[in-house]
């Protein structure tokens, strides 16, 4: 881009409201591929993943009726997996659907995550301890922007393990590239020449033809956002070296039309530009709204065309996954650290509201993220989960 020691103030609670299940959206589970269908029948976590959208849409639901709960830029989709690490920075990462909404949708997003993950790894009865964790690293986030939390101990781990060769890295990228027809990888080429025009005006650094296509192709990996339309692109760099070529994923956002509670925004990814910005610690060299000319030649209607935008990958980049985590205290670090950097995050004119509107709504939180756990599990279990 204080330590607070809260009185626990529980809200009112809300007449009892009839419960559901959260299941996938139709039209994006119809894209699903069929080994992701088996994991998310195996794997609960995964399920979550998959259904942001329907959770999130049942959070400003079941939220809609809480006072002075401020309207801030979210991360959108913060959860356990999506805390990452790069040889420079860690923290949360992923800002695919950061929006402006109430400040609720990522502290129970995070808090189910949180839920789900020790039921997984056999760590359900350290719940609510997590749970405070990374509520309190949320309130020292707000009242301390300036905070920085002590680099988590799997980081350092991660970071010690042996990174791949260049020459490797770059071929494992390759092999993710999924075949283009003709068509589309024409337009792609045309669309990264004027893609270079506009960045180049402000970094001056970058050499000509530092966008040249070398090789590209769809991306077909994910879970949220299996869904959107992917391209990963290996492009020529600073010079003609092969041993300099930089990777380039270009997205088609996500549309977020229709979640209530969220502020529509004129153009789709400048919201996720500015979420990275504004909350990200992690920082790409190439960061920006993509040409939508992209895929003029798909034979696709120009009114059919979303925003797309554009980054650069690091090498170093590394995931945490619920796999990757030694123990609880793993865990227990990396909910801190999200809570600071989502709290840290705040503009200051909602730091004072923010503040005061988690005290008041902590155990509101803790039962409703308990309940839409509930409801996403019985989903689950209708879906096939096992």
């Not at 956002?253 to 529509?264: F, H, K, S, T």
């Not at 730091?351 to 689950?380: F, N, P």
Request: contains cysteine.
């Amino acid at each position: 881009m204080l330590a607070a020691v809260c009185l626990v103030v529980v809200a009112a609670q809300p007449p009892a409201r009839a419960r559901g299940q959260l299941r996938p959206h139709p039209a994006t589970l119809e894209r699903a591929p069929a080994d992701l269908i088996d994991r998310l029948r195996e794997n609960p976590f995964t399920y979550f993943r998959f259904i942001n959208r329907a959770w999130t849409m049942r959070v400003c639901e079941v939220f809609a009726d809480a006072p002075d709960v401020p309207i801030v830029r979210l991360h959108g989709d913060a959860h356990v997996e999506q805390f990452a690490l790069t040889k420079d920075a860690w923290g949360l990462d992923d800002f695919d659907d950061s929006a402006r909404g109430p400040a609720v949708v990522d502290l129970v997003r995070y808090l189910g995550s949180i839920d789900l993950a020790t039921r997984q790894r056999g760590w359900a009865r350290d719940r609510d301890r997590l749970w405070d964790r990374f509520l309190d690293g949320y309130r020292r986030g707000l009242a301390d922007p300036a905070y920085r939390p002590p680099q988590p101990g799997l980081v350092r781990e991660l970071r010690r393990q042996s990174p791949a060769t260049r020459a490797l890295y770059l071929a494992w990228a390759e092999n993710l590239m999924q075949p283009m027809e003709e068509g589309p990888l024409k337009s792609l080429a045309d669309a990264m020449a004027a893609f270079e025009n506009f960045v180049r005006r402000e970094r001056s650094d970058l050499a000509p033809g530092y966008f040249a296509v070398v090789r590209a192709g769809w991306l077909r990996i994910g879970v949220g956002s299996v869904g959107i339309r992917k391209v990963l692109i290996r492009v020529q760099g600073q010079t003609a070296d092969p041993a300099d070529d930089q990777l380039i994923e270009a997205k088609e956002v996500a549309n977020l039309n229709g979640i209530g509670c969220l502020e529509p925004a004129a153009q789709q990814a400048v919201r996720v530009i500015a979420g990275t910005q504004q909350l990200g610690r992690l920082r790409h060299d190439i960061l920006a709204v993509g040409p939508t000319v992209l895929m003029a030649a798909a034979g696709e209607r120009a009114e059919d065309w979303l925003d797309w935008w554009i980054s650069s990958w690091e090498p170093s980049y590394h995931e945490v996954h619920l796999s990757d985590l030694r123990s609880v205290n793993d865990l227990a670090d990396i909910a801190f650290d999200s809570g600071v950097q989502l709290g840290a995050g705040k503009v200051d004119s909602v730091r004072t509201q923010a503040l005061s509107s988690v005290v008041k709504l902590d155990g509101r939180l803790r039962k409703e993220t308990a309940a839409i756990v509930g409801e996403l599990l019985e989903g689950w279990r209708e879906f096939g989960g096992r």
